[in-house]
T-cell receptor, first 115, second 110 residues
């Protein structure tokens, strides 16, 4: 299947700082990528849809100024958590769908802890 | 938006037992996938099954799209099957998002 790689796997940052998470499609081009967030013992919730060359589409209730998304190439999307606070601590995971089959594949996820 | 409910929410099995996990969805879909989330959070693709039946080793899945449900069967369970199982639904197309179900947390004991 297709490979989606996410980096870093975990990060600890101080409150008020910004953190960038990268998501790459390794063996296919992805004009669209998806960013999800998962709190402990909960399901995955879509935060935003990342569109190559245009603005991201954010789900209701997600602050676009706090979660900056950039999709500058067909294989890379980044999520920047700006001015992070402890309540932003969560598991963030990206996804892209294979252009051949439409099957969705996920990165390894990033566990963010804000202290 | 579409609602996706999974049952049971929690399941404890002894090694070697069989189980059936269910995924109900509230609207027509063209895409349905099953995932296993391991203890490190990684989502492992199990099945891409918008309709019909598929089998992969000890796992099999059936989706009855007209009745808006899918079933995941695990036979001869092993401790490595432990984790959370999610179904996710959506439309076809690479720009279409997936909506995740509530998940089933499975623990397989010796």
């Amino acid at each position: 299947g297709a490979v989606v790689s996410q980096h870093p796997s975990w990060v600890i940052c101080k409150s008020g700082t910004s953190v960038k998470i990268e998501c790459r499609s390794l063996d296919f081009q992805a004009t669209t990528m998806f960013w999800y967030r998962q709190f402990p013992k909960q399901s995955l919730m879509l935060m935003a849809t990342s569109n190559e060359g245009s603005k991201a589409t954010y789900e209701q209730g997600v602050e676009k100024d706090k979660f900056l998304i950039n999709h500058a190439s067909l294989t890379l999307s980044t999520l920047t958590v700006t001015s992070a606070h402890p309540e932003d601590s969560s598991f963030y995971i990206c996804s892209a769908r294979s252009p051949g089959t439409g099957e969705a594949f996920f990165g390894q996820g990033t566990r963010l802890t804000v202290v | 938006g579409i609602q996706v409910e999974q049952s049971p929410p929690d399941l404890i099995l002894q090694e070697g037992a069989n189980s059936t996990l269910r995924c109900n969805f509230s609207d027509s879909v063209n895409n349905l996938q099953w995932f296993h989330q391991n203890p490190w959070g990684q989502l492992i693709n199990l099945f891409y099954i918008p309709s019909g039946t598929k089998q992969n080793g000890r796992l099999s899945a059936t989706t009855v799209a007209t009745e808006r449900y899918s079933l995941l069967y695990i036979s001869s369970s092993q401790t490595t099957d432990s984790g959370v199982y999610f179904c996710a639904v959506g439309d076809t197309g690479t720009a279409s998002k997936l909506t995740f179900g509530t998940g089933t947390r499975l623990q397989v004991t010796l």
